[in-house]
């Protein structure tokens, strides 16, 4: 019940070759997706993988175990966008078939743990993996504040903190002619 989004393999190479970079051989997981579908876990590591979920089942769900084992070795890297789009009304975890869900490319930030699954919009907005390098220009401006996570239905405030963008959901593309003809009167022509 998961599409791969346009562009899938790239995205991936892009996604480990950022991680390799910065973290080398370290990188136990990088999360390109939500769920335990969204996760790529190096075969060197899979088997203490596959060890934490059966010495932890049946009190957590393989997907709440991928958070705790990246918690506890401190080596689960994200990508910044969203590389496949879940199309199921079914959650092995017991989320709501009604609730929305991230679309291709935009930002994985929603529904994830913060600090330890969520990407790191504000430390990590140079590059397209979090944790990150250091960035080697200014930090975030304090007039463009993180959103506030809170229940909610989709709207702009977190897709609008993905600027510039590597790839372009079809919403982010709405909230941002939204934004801009709220500026000006002329139509801006979105070239992604």
């Given amino acids: 019940d998961w599409l791969a989004c346009r562009g899938l393999l790239s995205s ?19 999360r ?12 060197p590591h899979a088997a ?11 009190r957590l769900k393989p997907d709440h175990a991928l958070t705790q084992w990246a918690r506890a070795s401190g080596s689960l890297v994200t990508f910044r966008h969203n590389a496949f789009v879940h199309v199921g009304a079914v959650s092995s975890i017991g989320n709501s078939g ?4 991230t679309a291709c490319y935009e930002l994985l ?17 140079h590059d397209v993996i979090s944790p990150c390098a250091p960035s080697p220009s200014k930090p975030r ?3 463009n504040p ?21 790839l372009a959901s079809d919403r982010l593309k709405t909230c ?17």
Avoid: M
Wanted: with cysteine.
């Fill in 146 to 166: 993180l959103p506030k996570r809170t229940p909610k239905t989709f709207t702009c405030d977190v897709a609008l903190q993905d600027l510039p963008v590597y």
């Fill in 109 to 125: 930030y929603d529904w994830l743990e913060i600090h330890t699954e969520a990407f790191q919009i504000d430390s990590c907005g």
């Fill in 141 to 143: 401006a304090a007039s």
């Fill in 12 to 30: 991936i190479v892009l996604a480990l070759e950022a991680a390799t970079r910065t973290f080398g051989r370290s990188v136990r997981a990088v």
């Fill in 48 to 58: 203490d993988f596959a060890r934490f979920v059966r010495t932890n089942s049946p």
């Fill in 176 to 192: 941002l002619a939204s934004s801009l003809s709220g500026a000006t009167k002329l139509k801006p022509k979105l070239f992604f």
């Fill in 32 to 43: 390109v997706s939500y769920g335990l579908n969204g996760v790529i876990i190096p075969n």
């Fill in 98 to 101: 009604s609730r929305w869900n």
